[in-house]
């Protein structure tokens, strides 16, 4: 039902009460006060009257008289209750009975008994109803009686006004209703175009409230409302974007996968796994192609939690399917990383545990037999001099592989401070004595180059670079010692310094050069063992350039000899 139909239906029925109110009024209090005053204004008359006429005798002329005068009907009762006069009943009756004694009437009996009385009745007499008013008179009772229509024309004369009034009020209800619904509907009207632009999207719209009363209330609650869905919508836009940024960045590959096979929602991880930037909207398994992926994702669908681990293109990954409410929830967590770490501690033990055998073994045998007590002392000492020898080995061993712990570990930090490239590397080289005496290999050095590192982690660089050119150069040859300024890899405020150590060796195939700064890797195994090398010493050099934040390399060709080199800040 329309707002207009409603209030005018509003109007009409307030209007009907308040005209019922009126009618309840009128037949009621309006009706009692009317009676009340037509009854004492027929008692004052007859008062008077009896008052005036009170040495009078009663007779039928009298009554005509009086009720002449009075415009009213006058009858005169004796004391015994017998009609004497009646201004309305001619004298021919008085006289043939037909007029019945008054004495059982209630108001002449109030009359008689020296009391004003009333009564309402329709008479016998005259036929047609009257208001009676009797009051004492000192021959008997005077009454007075006037129609009922003369108090009844005022009640119906209230009565055609109240309904006049009440359809005049009908007919002005509906362009009332009509003009509040326009003002009503108007200010509801913004109210909803303001909902209606929230709902699509504006939420700067609001609506001014004009007075007070029921519509600015509901405006006033409007705007309100307004004000509570933009910050709620504010704070499930600020968890949404916190969500979607988790979501985004997480490092496992997550996706949402329907029941139908369809990635519906993936997060960049998924789609680098997926090697596809268009991933959503495509087929699972046509995106690994992997028979063990799809068994679980149907795993999944059937309400199974599944956590297997697989291989997905170079990778090995652990994947976990959960069920959910569309289909399932597909994880992917990278171990590719994880089983290579896992590859290299296994090669490392491997391959301590194989530079550590070899000498423990020799020592053991040559232990055994001095042990025996049979060996001649020439024996005896070159079995000692070669436990010696083995033990040194071990011990080198252990110290590089501390060594590498500490720098790879990060809890050494290098402590820089000026130094002279020249003078550490002479005095490196003359720590390595007799080596180089008996190969007769001399080292060259070029001019004053000032490097900003620590002095202990530059002897440790220089002292492993010596020993791989010491085992590697020929007699007789050089080993060379130069720098250069250079761009650098890093953040240094007096620029970069790259130093190189080469020798006249026999060089090392390109194959191996993005290899030899790996731990135990040789390019000569049987020859670096002979040579008492550990297979560490490059990884170290590494390691500690790289902690000052330089880059370390390699450049060397078959026949050609072999260069290291390394960067470092400038000294000052």
Known sequence: MILRIRIFLFFTALTLFVSGLRWLWVATGLTSWVRERATSELARLARSTATSTA??????????????QLGLRVSLISADGALVGDSDVPMRRFGDGEIENHASRPEIQAALRGEVGAARR???????????????????????????????????????????????ALLIAYPLSLAATRLIGSRLAQSRRMLEALGEGDLSRRVTP?????????EHAANRAAGQLVDRIKRLEA??????????????GLAVVDR?????????????????????GQRASNLFRSPLLSEALDRGFDGQSVNEELSLGDGTALISVQPHRSGVLLVIRDLT???????????????????????????????????????????????????????????????DLLDLAIVEAGSWQPEPETVSLPEVAKAVWASLDPAPTAKRIRLEVGQHTPLLVDAGALRQIMRNLFDNALQYAPEGTCVEVSAERCSGGGDASNGWVRVKVSDEGPGIPSVHHERVFERFYRVDPARSREAGGTGLGLAIVKHLVVAHGGEVGIASEVGAGTTVWFTVPAGH
């Open 55 to 68: 040495t009078r005798e009663f007779s039928d002329a009298l009554a005509d008289s009086l009720g002449a």
């Open 122 to 168: 329709p008479s016998t007499t005259v036929s047609r109803p009257l208001l009676y008013v009797a009051v004492p008179h000192p021959a008997g009772a005077f009454r007075v009686a006037e129609p009922l229509t003369a108090s009844e024309g005022i009640l119906d004369r209230a009565r055609r006004m109240l309904l006049a009034a009440t359809v005049l």
């Open 210 to 218: 004009r007075h007070e009363g029921v519509v600015a209330r509901v």
């Open 239 to 252: 968890q949404r974007d916190d969500l979607d940024a988790l979501f985004r960045n997480l490092d496992e």
């Open 260 to 280: 139908s096979g369809i990635v519906q929602l993936a997060n960049d991880a998924f789609l680098r796994w997926a090697g596809q930037p268009d991933a959503v």
């Open 337 to 399: 990383r994880l089983r290579q770490l896992e590859g290299v501690r296994r090669d490392f033990v491997a391959n301590v545990s194989h530079e550590l055998k070899t000498p423990l073994t020799s020592m053991m045998g040559f232990s055994e037999a001095l042990a025996s007590g049979d060996l001649p002392a020439d024996r005896t000492v070159e079995f000692s001099e070669r436990i010696l020898a083995n033990a040194m080995r071990m011990r080198r061993l252990v110290d």
